[in-house]
């Protein structure tokens, strides 16, 4: 029984990748620090503001009688919205009995 000998090599494909990161990393790491570099120095460094903007106000609390008013229509809509759900609970019953077989 002859034996062979086979020889494992690495795949070419894979050799060529690991150079061009070893190129590409450092100038992307120095293409980085220039721009940063840069922009720290060249762009426009706020300016401090001479005059600020002056604070606003609060806003005014409605007078009592406002919120009475407000109460009011409150509640009016709170009496309105039953008497609705009362007269829709009696238009349901009307249609299920309507829709009973006979």
Not at 4 to 10: L, N, P, Y
Not at 37 to 56: D, E, F, R, T
Not at 64 to 81: G, K, T
């Amino acid at each position: 029984m002859a034996m062979t000998a086979v020889a494992m090599t690495e795949l070419t494909g894979r050799r060529a990748r690991w150079t061009s990161a070893l190129l590409l990393a450092p100038g992307a790491a120095a293409l980085f620090g220039a721009t940063t570099a840069w922009a720290l120095h060249a762009g426009q460094q706020p300016q401090p503001v001479a005059n600020p903007q002056p604070i606003q106000a609060p806003v005014a609390r409605p007078a009592p009688s406002e919120l009475m008013a407000l109460e009011r229509s409150a509640v009016a809509n709170q009496r309105q919205l039953a008497a609705l759900r009362k007269r829709m609970s009696s238009l349901q019953r009307q249609l299920t009995s309507l829709a009973a077989p006979l």
